[in-house]
């Protein structure tokens, strides 16, 4: 399993945006880079994914380095609602399709 | 609307008791995963099942054992639950590499 680096803590202010970076060096070729986010209380919960382009969706967008040894989640007006524990993972189709989970980057959003 | 859905939110058992946690999930997905989360450790991959009655160990598997003879159910089980397996227990299901999804999870307590 390809390891991951994110930073332990980031803090934002509510409708600005927010980049979340993830340092994954040793990405096989063939792993998709997923985010997932756990709020309070909850199970983790998909947000994004992609292997080499950049990626929108409505709940956010995910850079993705030339190289992809490291991308950027983006998330575009941060709400109070997004204050949550961020993982990046590395994925792909083998291993059964494993997640394997780091600790992750706790977001808080402040008014 | 998707659902993971395991049997308990809260509970609470004996030492050397017989425990079993169940999910089941309305997807017809082929993946389920088990994962455990304590605070400080994330959440670490107890066992994985890629099909009716295959299962492979995760990164935490000793003193748990699982079965899947249905797809949509995934069963965990404690053979003598230990205070050591006190935690929160989430399940997972997946369909190739492609989106997981996550129950609400169960705290088990064993006392």
């Known amino acids: 399993d390809a390891k991951t680096t994110q930073p332990n803590s980031m803090e934002s202010n509510e409708e600005e945006p927010v980049h979340l970076p993830c340092n994954h060096s040793t990405i096989s070729g063939t792993d998709y880079i997923h985010w997932y986010r756990q709020l309070p209380s909850q199970g983790p919960e998909y947000v994004i994914h992609g292997l080499t382009s950049n990626v929108n969706n409505r709940m956010a967008s995910l850079a993705i380095a030339e190289d992809r040894k490291s991308s950027t989640l983006i998330l575009h007006r941060a709400t109070l609602r997004d204050a949550a524990v961020y993982y990046c993972?590395?994925?792909?189709?083998?291993?059964?399709?494993?997640?394997?989970f780091g600790t992750g980057t706790q977001l808080k959003v402040e008014l | 609307d998707v659902k993971v859905t395991q049997s308990s939110r809260y509970l609470v058992k004996r030492t050397g008791e017989k425990v079993f946690l169940e999910c089941v999930q309305d997807?017809?997905?082929?993946?389920m995963f088990w994962y455990r989360q304590d605070p400080g450790l994330g959440l670490r991959l107890i066992y994985f099942s890629y099909d009716v009655k295959m299962k492979e160990k995760g990164d935490i598997p000793e003193g748990y054992s699982v079965s899947r003879e249905k797809k949509e159910r995934f069963s965990l089980i404690l053979e003598s639950a230990s205070t050591n397996q006190t935690s929160m227990y989430l399940c997972a299901s997946r369909e190739g590499a492609t989106e997981a999804f996550f129950g609400q999870g169960t705290r088990l307590t064993v006392v």
């Open positions: 997807m017809d997905h082929e993946n």
């Open positions: 993972i590395p994925s792909g189709g083998g291993g059964g399709n494993k997640l394997t």
